[in-house]
C-alpha cells in the first residue's frame, strides 16, 4: 500500500529531562522530517509571539497525531505531581490532550505514546496506558511508528474469494479393545503438557525409576515422536527400550538427548502397518537414574518445581497418540527410607581472584524467611512469605575492570574501570557468569528476583533497606536528583545492613527470572525461580536516571536483548559445602 498523498502533520509533546534527552527527540523530528513527515517540536522556538499556551494549543489541534515521548518526568509532570512552578509546559500539554480525549468520549486515535527505552513502558501517562507504544530507539520499532503515521500496514489485506470453500462432513472415528471401549484420542489433544505422578514415597539414592508408554490408538503412519523434559540436576536419563507389548520386528525407536534436559524419542513404523489399540499396552519404557536421596513432592514425579512432564513434538499420523498410562511409573527396586547425609555449609563472606590484580568481593547471605512485595502496584501484589536457602551475592554491582578481565571488551557508555558495567544486556549478564564459572571453578548466576530482593532489604520491613524515611535515599542511591545524569564508581554510597552497596540506584539490575505481573499469585514459597517462559526478564534497584523506581519491592521489566546505558548487574552463587 503506497503511502497517503497529503503527510501527516505531527507534533511532539516531551519533557526538557536533560540536554541528552532533547537531542533524542531532535533526532527523532530530524528522521521523521527525512522520512517525508511534517513535525513541529519546540526545537527552533525562543518564544512563540502569541505566547507558548497558545502555541502549544494551536500546534495539538492543527496535528493529524501527536507524539507524546513517555518518560519518568514526563508523568509525573502530566499527572500534576512534579514541585510547583516545574514542568508547565508538559502539564498545559497534558491538559490539553486529555480535554480532546475527553471531548471524544474517550476515543483516541491520535495521541501516541513512544518510548526510548523498556523502562519507560510503565512511565506512561494514565490516559495512554492502553494503546501501543513505539520504541523509537529500535529501528523495527520506529518503522513500525512511520507505517501508522502514514497508513501503511506490515501486511496486505488478503482478497475474499467469490465463493465459500465446501468442506466435506467429519465422522470420528472409535476404535474399542476386548476389555474397555477405549476411544481414539485427537493427536491435537496430547499436545499439552501432562505431569507425570506417582504415589509419595521416599526413593533411594541411585534407585531406578521407569516410564512407560502408551499408544492407545491405530494408524497406517509411519512416524511419531515426543519428547520428555525432566530435572538434569536430580535424574539422569540411562536408555528408552522397547516395551514389553512392541513388536521389536516392526518399531524402531530412537533417541536423542540434550544438555538442557529434553529427550527425543522418534518410533517409526512400516506404512501399512497398524498397532491395534489396547489397555495398558507398554510399547516403550524410559529409564532414569536417580541422582540424589529426596522426598516425591505432593504425588509429582519431580524435585521442587521442576517436574518431568511428556510434550509432543511432532506428528504425521493422523491417529495416533501417546498419553501416560495410569501408574505406569513405578520404582524398579523397593522403596526404602534413605536419610541422606547431612552437609555442612560453608557460608561466610569470600574474595574471588579473577588475576592481574582484579577481586571479586562475595558476601554471604543467611537462608531465611522474608515477606516479599508490596500493596502500592499492581505487580507488586499481593504481599507474600518467602523462603530462600543461603547464597552468596557480589558486594558491589559488576566494574567494568572485572567485566573486561572475564570478557575482554567494554561495552559500557560511561568508562571508568571503577564505574559499573552497563550497556550489557541479559544475554551478555548471562555469558558473563558462564565465563566467570569457568574461570573460577565455581558455578556463578544472576540472582533471582526474590534472591535480589532479600538481599536489598537485609531485613528491614520499609519501602527501602533504610526503612520508610525517603530523604535519606540520596545517602544510600545516585538518582536523578543527584548522579549529574551518570553513573558513579560503586561503592561511594552507604551500604545495607548485609554490607550490600548500590542495592538502590546507580544502574538498574538484571535478575534471572522472566517477567510476569501475575507471577506473586501463584509463586511456590520456597526458592521461587520466576515463570517457566516469557518474553521479557527481571530487573531491580532503580538507576541514575530515576527516583520513584528504588524501593526494594519495585518490580520492572525489559527485553533480554536490550542493552541500556542504566543496566547493568551484580553476581550470585549458591553457599559452598564441605
Known amino acids: 500500500m503506497t503511502p497517503e498523498p497529503n503527510p ?3 507534533f ?62 514526563y508523568r509525573r509532570r502530566a499527572e500534576r505531581k512534579e514541585q510547583p512552578g516545574v514542568g508547565l509546559g508538559v502539564t498545559w500539554e497534558a491538559t490539553l490532550i486529555t480535554n480532546e480525549i475527553y471531548q471524544n468520549a474517550s476515543r483516541n486515535t491520535k495521541f501516541i505514546p513512544v518510548l526510548f527505552s523498556q523502562e519507560d513502558v510503565t512511565h506512561r501517562p494514565v490516559w495512554l496506558e492502553q494503546v501501543s507504544y513505539y520504541r523509537v530507539d529500535l529501528e523495527d520499532g520506529y518503522e513500525l ?12 489485506e488478503p482478497p475474499v474469494a467469490a465463493k465459500v470453500r465446501e468442506l466435506p462432513p467429519i465422522t470420528r472415528q472409535k476404535d474399542f479393545d476386548e476389555a474397555g471401549k477405549v476411544e481414539v484420542n485427537d493427536p491435537l489433544s496430547s499436545r499439552l503438557p501432562s505431569v507425570v505422578r506417582i504415589s509419595d514415597a521416599l526413593v533411594a539414592a541411585d534407585e531406578h525409576i521407569s516410564v512407560s508408554v502408551d499408544l492407545d490408538a491405530q494408524g497406517d503412519e509411519n512416524a511419531f515422536a515426543f519428547s520428555l523434559i525432566f530435572d538434569t540436576a536430580h535424574l539422569k536419563f540411562i536408555e528408552a527400550v522397547l516395551g514389553k507389548d512392541a513388536n521389536s520386528a516392526t518399531l524402531n525407536v530412537n533417541t536423542a538427548l540434550s544438555t538442557a534436559g529434553q529427550i527425543g524419542l522418534a518410533m517409526a513404523l512400516p506404512t501399512g502397518q497398524c498397532i491395534t489399540a489396547g489397555k495398558n499396552k507398554k510399547l516403550i519404557t524410559v529409564n532414569f537414574h536417580i541422582q540424589t ?17 511428556r510434550q509432543i513434538a511432532s506428528s504425521q499420523a493422523n491417529k495416533l497418540s501417546a498419553s501416560w498410562l ?62 530462600l536457602s543461603p547464597f552468596h551475592i557480589g558486594k558491589f554491582q559488576i566494574t567494568q575492570r572485572q567485566w573486561k578481565e572475564v570478557m575482554r571488551n567494554n561495552p559500557s557508555h560511561f568508562r571508568d574501570d571503577n564505574l559499573p558495567v552497563e550497556k550489557v544486556s541479559w ?64 561503592g561511594e554510597k552507604l551500604p545495607n545492613k548485609w554490607g550490600l552497596y548500590d542495592m538502590h540506584g546507580n544502574v ?57 546505558r542504566n543496566i547493568g548487574f551484580r553476581v550470585c552463587c549458591v553457599a559452598r559445602t564441605l
Not at 146 to 155: A, E, G, I, K
Not at 351 to 374: H, Q, R, T, Y
Request: glycine share 6%; charged share 25%.
Open 326 to 387: 495410569s501408574g505406569s511409573i513405578r520404582i524398579l527396586s523397593q522403596p526404602k527410607i534413605i536419610t541422606p547425609p547431612t552437609l555442612q555449609l560453608r557460608h561466610e563472606n569470600f574474595v574471588e581472584d579473577l588475576g592481574n590484580g582484579v577481586k571479586l568481593e562475595m558476601i554471604a547471605i543467611p537462608g531465611g524467611s522474608f515477606l516479599m512485595g508490596s500493596n502500592l502496584r499492581f505487580e507488586e501484589k499481593p504481599i507474600h512469605q518467602i523462603t
Open 427 to 490: 544475554k551478555m549478564a548471562v555469558e558473563f557468569c558462564e565465563r566467570l564459572s569457568k574461570k573460577t571453578d565455581r558455578s556463578y548466576r544472576l540472582p533471582t528476583e526474590a534472591e535480589w530482593e532479600y538481599a536489598c532489604k537485609a531485613g528491614s520491613t520499609g519501602q527501602y533497606c533504610f526503612g520508610d524515611n525517603l530523604v535519606l535515599l540520596k545517602k544510600y542511591a545516585w538518582n536523578i536528583n543527584n548522579s549529574g545524569q551518570k553513573t558513579h564508581p560503586v
Open 293 to 309: 536421596g529426596k522426598t516425591w513432592n505432593e504425588s509429582k514425579l519431580q524435585f521442587g518445581d521442576k517436574p518431568i512432564v
Open 145 to 156: 511508528l512511520l507505517r501508522h503515521l502514514t497508513n501503511q500496514p506490515l501486511f496486505e
Open 12 to 73: 511532539i509533546s516531551y519533557s526538557h529531562d536533560s540536554q541528552e534527552h532533547r537531542l533524542r527527540v531532535y533526532e527523532l523530528l530530524r528522521k521523521l522530517r527525512a522520512d517525508g513527515i511534517h513535525c513541529v517540536t519546540d526545537h527552533t522556538l525562543m518564544s512563540p509571539p502569541e505566547g507558548w499556551q497558545a502555541w502549544m494549543e494551536d500546534r495539538i489541534k492543527e496535528a493529524d497525531f501527536t507524539l507524546v515521548v513517555c518518560t519518568e518526568t
Open 508 to 564: 538498574f539490575e538484571w535478575c534471572h527470572d522472566w517477567y510476569d505481573a501475575n507471577y506473586y499469585e501463584q509463586s511456590p514459597e520456597k526458592n521461587p525461580t520466576g515463570p517457566l517462559s516469557g518474553n521479557i526478564r527481571v530487573v531491580r534497584g532503580g538507576s541514575w536516571d530515576g527516583f520513584d523506581v528504588h524501593r526494594s519491592a519495585y518490580r520492572t521489566h525489559m527485553l533480554p536483548d536490550l542493552a541500556s
Open 8 to 10: 501527516p502533520k505531527v
